[in-house]
């Protein structure tokens, strides 16, 4: 019998291996490659050629289950004819055989039929074992680079440390002495000695030139003053660094002259003293006179004599008393000449001391609208001694750094400070001063800007912790879900209030909005249904289902079915239960009559 091939149009029998013709192993290997195909899939054969000792090619036997081809190239496919012949893709085989023909004209061994080469046995497959040669190796010594600089390809996080005593000094001391000393219009010692002259050039200074009086530095202690108080005393007080004078001192302001002032220790008391004592020895003779019923004309010689001499005494003590201030209209005392730096005082009048009050706030106000807050700031803080307004002026220039150092230094408010070098990116500083508050989740979030997302959920968990002891279980979700981002902590903190009935509704409906997928909540729902449901919370699964039913068509259904069955459970015990079906059947106009005449009939 004579096998030959033939031209078709299609191919008639199933694609069981591909050719490549080339009789060097390795376009094998790279063609086997290319195609992507896994060795441990793909038997090979080599197919001899025409001439003796020659390679037409190499077929590829392929497990058509286990292996998915794309493209296989310049290489051809082949058909395979009961598992016993291949032949190149669109040709038939004439004459046509039956089955039996098949197996029992071709032996075991696959063969392969070409028109250039005719029919041959494949009986030997390629051992690549045999064909592969293992390269020789050569000793070489491999340098290594050192590891260079990690170069960023993108900033992640930004922060600025402040160091507060420089921050403060900036503030408090924006001019040296020397720069200042040069410039005085007035006499500044004569000033401290309360000159009016010199005060009255020093308000002057304060209209013309406020940036030069910004420079003075002659700061109001209204912290010490009291109005009313004091003798009638007000004082400027702690002429220090950055002052003009460059020698300490203060201002103390006295009141206009009242009988009840004194300028001499002891002197009002006397005064005081010595009219109740000549008033009493009067009534006392008035009384005597008449309880012994004379009825004299005049008054006691001797007591009129006593009278007299203490009227003269008085006047000469108020005369006194006047000529310490003659002069003047008003006091001043001489202060007492210290060392430079050492500090001094002088009495000004409460007027004057009320107008550089004002003058000092008027400047600080013109600071702000030419949005110079820092030198605002040193007015209050310096000059005024307002350490709170001196830090609010400074946070709203958004100076928040400085207004942190004040708010931490003067005002002792760390809570203010941490908000501020928080508003102000000094993160740092920040996270020590809300460690110290224990505000565990300020500083989380902080953590959480600079991406040490590590540090951050330790402080989250202080937080979780803290949350769970007071049973705020939802709070401790809300941690879990958008800080943590750790929704299966959240829904295992969520059902342990559910189960500790502790906030027990709020848990439960957290839980199942915490479910995307619809498919997943009607799950959970059956779930914690059939396990987690007692009589003594179904009333409050009942109404979590009055929520889900409202929100989810698709779980109209189960929720419906479930509310049905706890109020058949409860209705016996409590009648009114029967109301809560209502949401359930909105559109069930019977069911409200229903329900209506079931409540009546359980009344009677």
């Known amino acids: 019998m004579e096998l030959k091939l033939r031209i078709n149009t299609k191919n008639t029998f199933p694609k069981g291996g591909i050719f490549i013709k080339s009789g060097l192993v390795k376009v094998w290997l790279q063609e086997i490659q290319s195609i992507g195909l896994p060795f441990h899939l793909v038997k090979a054969f080599p197919v001899p050629g025409a001439d003796v000792n020659e390679l037409f090619g190499c077929l590829l036997v392929l497990d058509q289950s286990r292996t998915k081809i794309d493209a296989i190239g310049k290489n051809y496919y082949c058909q ?89 000094e900036n503030i408090e001391k924006p001019f040296s002495d020397e720069e200042v000393l040069g410039e005085l219009p007035f006499d500044m010692e004569k000033l401290m000695q309360g000159n009016q002259k010199e005060m ?14 910004l420079k003075m530095a002659i700061p109001l202690d209204t912290l010490k003053t009291a109005r009313g108080g004091f003798d009638g005393k007000l004082s400027f007080e702690g002429i220090g660094s950055g002052s003009a004078a460059g020698a300490g001192g203060s201002f103390s302001g006295g009141g206009r002259k009242t009988i009840n002032e004194s300028t ?30 004379t009825s004299s004309s005049g008054m006691n010689p001797f007591v009129a004599l006593v009278v007299i001499l203490g009227a003269l005494v008085l006047i000469i003590a108020m005369a006194v008393k006047d000529s310490g201030s003659a002069g003047s209209s008003r006091s001043y005392s001489e202060p007492k000449r210290q060392p430079s730096g050492s500090g001094g005082s002088a009495l000004i009048d409460s007027e004057r001391f009320s107008t550089i009050q004002s003058r000092y706030e008027k400047m600080a106000e013109q600071f702000k609208e030419r949005k110079d807050y820092a030198k605002a700031a040193h007015i209050y803080m310096k000059l005024l001694k307002n350490h709170y307004k001196a830090a609010d002026v400074l946070e709203e220039g958004e100076l928040y750094s400085e207004a942190a150092a004040v708010h931490l230094k003067y005002c002792n408010n760390k809570n203010k400070a941490a908000e501020c070098y928080e508003k102000g990116h000094v993160y740092k500083q920040a996270i020590e001063l809300y460690r110290e508050l224990n505000q565990n ?11 040490d997302k590590p540090e951050a959920d330790k402080f989250y968990g202080k937080v979780i912790d803290e949350y769970k002891e007071s049973n705020q279980f939802v709070k401790a979700s809300f941690i879990y879900k958008d800080k943590i981002w750790n929704i299966d902590g959240a829904q295992e903190v969520l059902i342990t209030g559910w189960r500790s009935n502790k906030d027990a509704f709020n848990c439960l409906n957290n839980y199942f909005v915490n479910i995307e997928s619809t498919e997943k909540l009607s799950g959970a729902i059956t779930s914690i249904y059939e396990t987690e449901v007692s009589a003594e919370n179904s009333e409050l699964f009942l109404k979590a289902m009055k929520q889900e039913f409202k929100k989810h068509e698709d779980l109209e259904e189960i929720t419906k079915n479930i509310a049905y069955e706890i109020v058949a459970d409860q209705i016996t015990i409590k009648p009114d239960i029967a109301s809560e079906l209502l ?20 009344r009677k």
């Open 80 to 168: 395979l004819i009961e598992n016993k012949l291949f032949i190149p893709e669109n040709t038939i085989v004439t004459p046509q055989l039956t089955k039996a023909e098949w197996h029992s004209l071709f032996s075991e061994h696959y063969h392969f039929m070409h028109p250039d080469i005719g029919l041959v046995e494949l009986k030997d497959e390629v051992s690549w074992i045999d064909l592969l040669e293992t390269p020789i190796l050569k000793e070489i010594d491999i340098l290594e680079p050192f590891k260079t600089v990690y170069i960023p390809q993108h900033i992640e996080s930004l922060r600025y440390e402040a160091n507060t005593e420089e921050i403060l």
């Open 200 to 213: 009255d050039k020093f308000l002057e200074l304060l209209d013309k030139n406020p940036e030069l009086a």
């Open 264 to 293: 001499d220790s002891g002197c009002g008391p006397f005064t005081i003293v010595l009219t109740l004592a000549f008033a009493s020895i009067f009534l006392l003779n008035m009384r005597s006179c008449s309880s012994s019923g």
């Open 441 to 451: 989740e300020k500083v989380g979030d902080l953590y959480t800007i600079l991406k």
């Open 583 to 602: 949401a359930f059947n909105e559109k069930n106009k019977s069911m409200l009559k229903d329900v209506m005449k079931y409540k009546l009939k359980l």
